[in-house]
């Protein structure tokens, strides 16, 4: 890592060893490409952003792939929302407790779509045809059949833009490329969303995931920058105005916005790798949790039982191993891997 370190606004320094760990397991979670589903549990000696540092690696590698955009699915995304929103929410009499519904959903849809620039909202008004389904939206003369090419300009109410139009707002390349020396990056993901990764925060929630977060700085070249702008979460950084990390809030069970599976779920905190392996629009994600130690027995038992429950459908993933280094004293990690069972 060619980037300075500080934390708690110290001194700047070489990254430590576990540091430049934790960024590295991220950032090389994908190189065994396997299709079966995998589970780590990352455990730390006491309280500290471990899980956001997994989270900015990740994020590096996504850089560099090319199928790391929502653009690819960005259509069929606005579609799903819009089936949600006409087929249950428009007309839902319990607002809103998907569980006691029955829906099948985790959480309502305003059916609301925003313009990336215009200021007017666009309800949405329907779907036309079956085979080749088309998005209708509400005008103030009428209605608009919104078709692909220009759906673009359209993002889900709440939602980052899925796209930048120039190069404000557009990720800052050589500051991951310091971070993660010779890393790959595409131009263009640099301007796209992705909500393929997604971080979810402690369940004390949100504000206490963003403290804990930018307690780190780095220091890249001349420029200075703080844990939260490089992770690029919604809302975490005025610079930036895509997203390439979802956030999921353990304490209220909510996604910060709709959008594609996540293929990778990073979990900070005990309590919120035990929410993220239960949850339904998790079951096939990759989850990699961070656990402290230092909590109490009880806490600690409850993740041990999980894994052991794990274990009927998980084997220990040992190969995922070669060709990684140990990690540094003090950082226990148990990797598993989905059976063939």
Not at 229 to 237: K, M, P, R
Request: hydrophobic share 40%; net charge positive; charged share 25%.
């Amino acid at each position: 890592m060619k980037a300075l370190f500080s934390e708690l606004r110290g001194e700047w320094r070489p990254a430590p060893k576990w540091v430049e760990f934790l960024v590295k397991f991220g950032y090389r979670w994908r190189d065994k490409g396997s299709k079966r589903r995998r589970i780590a549990v990352v455990s730390m000696p006491s309280d500290t952003p471990a899980a956001g540092l997994i989270v900015l690696g990740a994020l590096v590698r996504d850089l560099g792939r090319s199928e790391a955009t929502n653009l690819t699915n960005h259509y069929q995304a606005l579609l799903q929302y819009a089936t949600q929103y006409l087929g249950g929410c428009a007309n839902c009499d319990v607002r809103c407790h998907p569980a006691l519904k029955g829906c099948g959903y985790v959480a309502e849809t305003s059916g609301l779509l925003r313009h990336n620039q215009r200021k007017e909202s666009f309800p949405i008004a329907g779907i036309a045809g079956s085979n080749n389904p088309t998005l209708i939206v509400r005008i103030k003369d009428g209605t608009w059949v919104v078709y692909p090419k220009s759906a673009v300009n359209l993002r889900i109410d709440g939602d980052p833009l899925p796209k930048l139009a120039d190069e404000t707002g557009a990720l800052p390349a050589a500051a991951y490329q310091e971070i993660i020396d010779g890393a790959h990056i595409i131009p263009r993901n640099l301007k796209e969303s992705f909500s393929g990764l997604c971080f979810a925060g402690r369940a004390t929630g949100h504000s206490a995931t963003y403290a804990a977060c930018d307690s780190i700085r780095f220091k890249c070249g001349a420029l200075e920058y703080s844990l939260p702008e490089l992770l690029a979460v919604h809302g975490w950084s005025t610079s930036n105005r895509i997203s390439r990390v979802s956030f999921f809030n353990s304490r209220t069970e909510q996604m910060d916005r709709a959008g594609s599976e996540s293929a990778l779920v990073v979990a900070d905190g005990d309590a919120s790798f035990l929410r993220v392996i239960d949850a339904p629009q998790f079951q096939r994600s990759d989850v990699i949790g961070v656990i402290n130690r230092s909590v109490d027995r009880e806490r600690s038992e409850a993740v041990g039982n999980r894994i052991v429950g794990l274990r009927q459908w998980f084997i220990e993933d040992s190969e995922v191993r070669d060709g990684q280094p140990e990690p540094p004293t003090g950082i226990h990690l148990l990797q598993l891997q989905r059976g063939s069972r």
